[in-house]
């Protein structure tokens, strides 16, 4: 059975609606009368299926919507307008926002359950085949990095039993390649997971930490200032932003000695600095190290930071001095980070 969340504020479309699917016998449906209860009964359970009006009182269906997006909520999502035709953005808003279908009512009450009730096995249905896709690309990827490590071992025996200098050459590309394929394929299966969860608060030194510890943190002097305490509400992969920032400096960094990061205040928002001492970022690039296939830098790291860290609303930039040491620059949202009293 398909579980279902209508929101509405006309009470009668509510019960119209709840009696015309249910008496299907396909879909158990729950009812709100504002996004605000709506967002209290997410928090509580999750539904099949989403069934919002446009048009309510403080928060309207299509802010509802982009609410449960930010908050890592995907749940197929149905937005309904009145029976006056809308604005034509109304309807481009609520696509992009991430709704699968969206409806006008008709006069008639009973008139747009017919066509609903399709939208709605429709959504479920897509829902499922994208979740069965992404299981069906982690096997793939699974097996894929199996074959990759095994033409690798092969490479190393055929290495060990020839001295010719043209052939060990040949297998020396031959294994840059196989790191590409690997790194590439481990970044497919980042990206994927990138708002499978719901986000939530997260300590930024201990996560920090944590990332320094699964590289080569001998080769690092880590100084962390002002962060005990400070709390971010991002992606459960927050901890990916920092190991693959750090990673980035060990790649590119040239003779780096010192990697800093840094949190202060500025305005309402938070501004965390990621420092190090190495050789910096040419202006031309600043961009284009977040941008995929970039030659000069690893390119899928740093975007997937930015993609990660978009997520709730925070967003990175680089803006240090080429030749003295790359600089980037966090900027979270005032309801994106707190600070806790240190404990006694």
Same mark, same amino acid.
């Given at each position: 059975?398909?579980?279902? +969340? ?7 479309? +509510? ?8 008496? @299907?016998?396909?879909? @158990? ?48 999502? =149905? ?26 009512? &008709?006069?008639? +009450? ?67 390649? +196989? ?52 709390? =971010? ?23 780096? #000695?010192?990697?800093? =990061?840094?949190?202060?205040? @500025? ?21 284009? =190290? ?28 680089? #803006? &240090? ?24």
């Amino acid at each position: 059975m398909i579980s279902v +969340l209508i929101v509405d504020d006309e009470p009668d479309l +509510l019960e119209v609606a709840k009696l015309h699917l249910e008496r @299907s016998g396909a879909f @158990s449906v729950d009812t709100c009368r504002s996004a605000k209860s709506a967002l209290a009964a997410l928090a509580k359970q999750r539904y099949d299926a989403i069934i919002s009006d446009y048009d309510m009182p403080v928060m309207n269906g299509l802010d509802l919507l982009k609410e449960l997006r930010v908050l890592g909520d995907q749940t197929p999502f =149905i937005i309904l307008t009145g029976t006056a035709p809308g604005p034509g953005d109304i309807v481009i808003d609520a696509l992009n926002a991430g709704a699968m279908f969206y409806l006008r009512k &008709g006069k008639n +009450l009973d008139a747009p359950f017919s066509d609903l009730t399709h939208k709605l096995h429709l959504a479920v249905q897509k829902q499922q085949s994208l979740c069965d896709m992404q299981r069906f690309a982690a096997i793939s990827r699974h097996d894929l990095l199996n074959k990759v490590a095994a033409l690798s071992g092969y490479g190393e025996l055929i290495q060990a039993h020839t001295d010719d200098p043209a052939i060990i050459d040949y297998l020396h590309k031959q294994q840059l390649i +196989l790191i590409a394929i690997k790194e590439q394929v481990r970044f497919s299966g980042d990206y994927e997971e990138i708002g499978a969860r719901e986000p939530c608060w997260q300590p930024l030194a201990p996560v920090i930490r944590r990332a320094a510890s699964l590289l080569a943190a001998d080769m690092i002097t880590l100084l962390l200032e002002n962060l005990e305490g400070v709390e =971010i509400f991002s992606d459960p992969l927050l901890l990916k932003v920092f190991y693959n920032l750090l990673d980035n400096t060990l790649r590119h960094g040239g003779h780096f #000695t010192t990697v800093k =990061i840094s949190a202060r205040k @500025s305005g309402d928002d938070l501004l965390i600095v990621y420092e190090d001492d190495g050789a910096g970022i040419p202006a031309a690039e600043k961009e284009r =190290i977040f941008v995929r296939g970039n030659k000069s830098t690893s390119g899928l790291g740093l975007l997937l930071v930015r993609e990660i860290l978009a997520t709730t609303g925070i967003s990175i930039r680089e #803006t &240090g001095v080429y030749g003295k040491g790359a600089r980037f620059e966090i900027s979270v949202p005032d309801v994106r980070y707190r600070l806790q009293e240190p404990s006694a």
